[in-house]
C-alpha cells in the first residue's frame, strides 16, 4: 500500500460562468494508472466527496490515482451535459498529466448508479469535438449498478427492498426523465436509446468490468447483464461480477475484496 496525496478543488472546465471541478488523488510511487471517479445519485443527487474515503482512498493507496469528478445535475443542464462534463474533466487530465507526473495516455473511468451509466457511455461513445478539444477517449471502464437502458426503467422489476437510503417515493417525473429534460422517458424515445450504453455495444470497447448486486431494490442487475451480454456478443472484453444479496449502493462494494478487484483490472487495463 502506498500513501496518498489530494489536490483538491481543481477546475478543469468553467460552463456558463460555473466552474467545474475535481479532486485528485495521487499515488506516492508514479507513474500510476489512472481513472476519472463518478458518483451516483441519479444524475440528480450527489457529490464527488460522496464515499470519497470508503472508495477512493483505498483504491489510490494500492497504487491506482483517481480524479473525482463534479458534473453537472439534471437540475442544471439536461443530457449530454454530465457526459460532456466527464469529457471536459478527462481532456483537462491529459493536458495536465506532466504537472502530477501522471503518463495520461490511458485512462480509465470508474462510476457507481448514475456515474456507472455515465462512465460506461465514456467507453462506448464518441465525441465529435474529440478533434479540436482533445482526446476524452478511455481504456477501461468500472460501472457498479448501472442503468444501462433508459427504456426499461419504467417496467424494471426490483431483485429486492428499496435500498436503505431511500427514504420517501422516488421522484416524479423520474430520475431518467429529468436526466432527459422530458416528463416521460418514452416521449424522447431517441434521445432515451441515445444515452442508453446498452445501445452502443462494440467490437472496439474497451475492456468493461460490471459489477452489481443481485438483490437491487433499485436499479436490477438485469442492466448489468446485457450490457454484458452485448459487449461479448460484439467480442469486446466484459467481466460480469455479480454480488450475492447486495442491493443498491451496498456496503459490499465497499468491501476490501470489491475494492481490490476494482485495483486489479484497472492496473491491468491501463498498465
Do not use: K
Request: some cysteine.
Amino acid at each position: 500500500m502506498t500513501a496518498t496525496t489530494v489536490h483538491r478543488d481543481l477546475v478543469y472546465a468553467a460552463v456558463d460562468g460555473v466552474e467545474l471541478r475535481l479532486d485528485l488523488y495521487l499515488p506516492d510511487v508514479r507513474p500510476a494508472p489512472l481513472c476519472v471517479w463518478l458518483h451516483g445519485g441519479g444524475w440528480l443527487r450527489g457529490s464527488r466527496t460522496d464515499r470519497a474515503d470508503q472508495r477512493l482512498a483505498p483504491l489510490t493507496a494500492s497504487g491506482v490515482a483517481v480524479a473525482a469528478v463534479q458534473y453537472r445535475l439534471s437540475d442544471q443542464a439536461s443530457f449530454p451535459a454530465p457526459l460532456d462534463d466527464a469529457r471536459a474533466a478527462i481532456r483537462w487530465l491529459r493536458a495536465h498529466a506532466a504537472d502530477h507526473g501522471l503518463d495520461a495516455d490511458r485512462i480509465g473511468a470508474w462510476g457507481a448508479s448514475a456515474g456507472g451509466h455515465l462512465a460506461a457511455l465514456l467507453g462506448l461513445t464518441d465525441d465529435e469535438a474529440d478533434a479540436q478539444l482533445g482526446d476524452s477517449s478511455v481504456q477501461a471502464v468500472v460501472a457498479w449498478f448501472p442503468t444501462t437502458d433508459l427504456l426499461r426503467r419504467g417496467s424494471d422489476v426490483p431483485e429486492g427492498p428499496l435500498p436503505p437510503f431511500v427514504t420517501g417515493p422516488l421522484p416524479e417525473p423520474s430520475f431518467e426523465a429529468r436526466l432527459l429534460g422530458v416528463e416521460d422517458v418514452r416521449d424522447a424515445r431517441e434521445a432515451a436509446v441515445a444515452a442508453s450504453p446498452v445501445a452502443h455495444a462494440r467490437p472496439d470497447a474497451p475492456p468493461f468490468l460490471l459489477v452489481h448486486g443481485d438483490r437491487d431494490g433499485l436499479v436490477p442487475s438485469t442492466h448489468s447483464r446485457d450490457l454484458h451480454r452485448a459487449l461479448r456478443a460484439e467480442g469486446a472484453d466484459s467481466t460480469l461480477w455479480l454480488l450475492s444479496g447486495a442491493n443498491h449502493e451496498d456496503p459490499a462494494f465497499d468491501s476490501p475484496a470489491s475494492l481490490a478487484a476494482v485495483g486489479a483490472f484497472l492496473r491491468s487495463s491501463l498498465l
